[in-house]
């Protein structure tokens, strides 16, 4: 069995919120491979992030942020990194993954993300200047 942590604030009405474990459950099946997953929201997530993702073979940062706990996703992304753990992280979740780099590989230690801190003294990632957030349809 492969168990994969799903990080983020679940929100049914997030269209990738139930793409995800659909997927998961499509490649389960396709692979016959047992992937268990599990959700693990922002807030619950505390300084003791090996003992709460111990058993996960793999972390997914998934979309939709802001998150409740910025700093959170940040350690979990960072526990990643240190442990080689395999790791994806889609749309807002790869941006704070682009955050936790620079403020963890490079010394950025102020490196932000605009939305969620506009007065940042160092933001490196900027709003979309058109969002595709729960859009559907080709993109060109």
Same mark, same amino acid.
């Given at each position: 069995?492969?168990h994969i942590a799903l990080i983020g604030?679940?929100?049914? #009405? ?11 459950? &499509?490649?389960?099946? $396709? ?5 268990? &997953?599990?959700? $693990? ?17 793999? =972390?997914?940062? /998934? ?12 350690? /979990?992304?960072? &526990?990643?990194?240190?442990?080689? =753990? ?13 955050? #936790?780099?620079?403020r963890n590989v490079i010394g950025y230690? @102020?490196?932000?993300? =605009? #939305? ?5 003294? @160092? ?9 595709? /957030? ?7």
């Amino acid at each position: 069995m492969i168990h994969i942590a799903l990080i983020g604030d679940y929100n049914s #009405e997030v269209i990738t919120h139930q793409a995800i474990p659909r997927a998961l459950n &499509y490649s389960s099946e $396709f692979l016959n491979i047992d992937i268990k &997953y599990e959700w $693990f929201n922002s807030e619950n997530i505390n300084n003791n992030i090996a003992t709460l993702l111990g058993k996960s073979h793999g =972390i997914w940062v /998934v979309p939709a942020s802001p998150y409740r706990n910025m700093n959170g996703v940040i350690n /979990v992304i960072k &526990y990643a990194r240190k442990n080689n =753990i395999p790791f994806i992280s889609t749309c807002g979740g790869f941006q704070h993954t682009v955050i #936790e780099f620079f403020r963890n590989v490079i010394g950025y230690e @102020m490196a932000d993300h =605009i #939305e969620s801190n506009s007065n940042s003294e @160092m933001p490196v990632i900027s709003p979309l200047l058109c969002s595709l /957030v729960e859009k559907e349809g080709e993109i060109f």
